[in-house]
């Protein structure tokens, strides 16, 4: 185990801590609303099966404070016409951070709109910003004064440990000027840096080293979803029914090696696999806290 010599910065958000020196606590983030949740039934409008989301909800809440691990919420948003629906029904049943996601910037943007009217933006997350993300994006979260931003590490042209760098230091191949300062400029004061796991064939285990890199050269709070690469293992390619429950054992390894590389927060996927993550977790971050107890 090891320790960062740069000071690690940390950030409250909603009623976690993200940020801090290996050995203590990652916060877990699971995703609700996302295409074909159960959970939603009408995703244009926002309507939920409400009972449904308490009961989810509640459960991964219930396993967290047992735990003693800190938990988030992300909310998958596809229509800008649901962002607030969606919204409100998380703020009503949870005091969680809450990432806002989507595959187009109309539904996240509506969704800062919306925490502004809620007064709930304190606990806003917007995942997030590239370096290819339009000048609209960035200067529509400087208008809604989002301060609170995952800033991806990511060059399509460059999957290594030093492309990821370098796209948050000096914008690598692409621009004349890093995501960080860039974030900075536009008034982003609390960056959770995102080491951009890609599949397995698009060397994801760089992601793992540019986090460690990345939290000694800016000692700010980095997280990554490598979960995701576990699909796209050869092995389960064609994976039946039947290998679903290896699946799971390989799904949960990602959380401990995510830790063990410095990860202070970690995508896991559908609430639905709280209780088997955050078990996971709690115990890597037990096991850690061990390692290091003698050089904190």
Known sequence: MYRFQREQRSFEIGNATFGGQPGGKSVMVGSVFHPRHSLLTDPRSGEVDGDALQQKIEAAERSAAALEQPHALMACIEHAGAAH???????????????????????????????????????????????????????????????????????????????????????????????????????????????????????????????????????????LA????????????????????????????????????GADWFMYGPIESAERMLHTAAFTAGVMSQAVDDIR
């Not at 030093?162 to 536009?186: F, P, Q, S, V």
Request: hydrophobic content about 45%.
């Open 85 to 223: 629906a969606l919204l409100g029904q998380l703020a009503d049943r949870s005091e969680a951070a809450i990432f806002i996601d989507s595959p187009s910037m109309g539904p996240k943007l509506a969704a800062m709109a919306a925490a502004e009217e809620m007064g709930i933006s304190s606990r806003m997350v917007y995942n997030g910003l590239h370096i290819e993300s339009p000048d609209e994006e960035w200067q529509a979260l400087e208008e809604h004064g989002a301060d609170t931003a995952v800033l991806l590490a990511f060059d399509p042209g460059e999957m290594s440990v030093k492309g990821r760098i370098y796209m948050l230091d000096n914008g690598g191949r692409i621009t004349r000027r890093g995501l960080i300062d860039k974030a900075e400029a536009h008034g982003v004061k609390r960056p959770l840096i995102d080491m951009a796991a890609t599949s397995y064939q698009q060397n994801a285990g760089a992601s793992l080293r540019a986090l460690t890199v990345a939290k000694a050269k800016w000692g700010l709070p980095c997280g």
């Open 226 to 261: 490598l979960r995701n690469t576990v699909e796209t293992w050869p092995p389960f390619a064609d994976m039946d029914e039947g290998e679903r429950k290896t699946f799971l054992h390989v799904d949960s390894s990602t959380v401990a090696l995510s830790m063990a590389a």
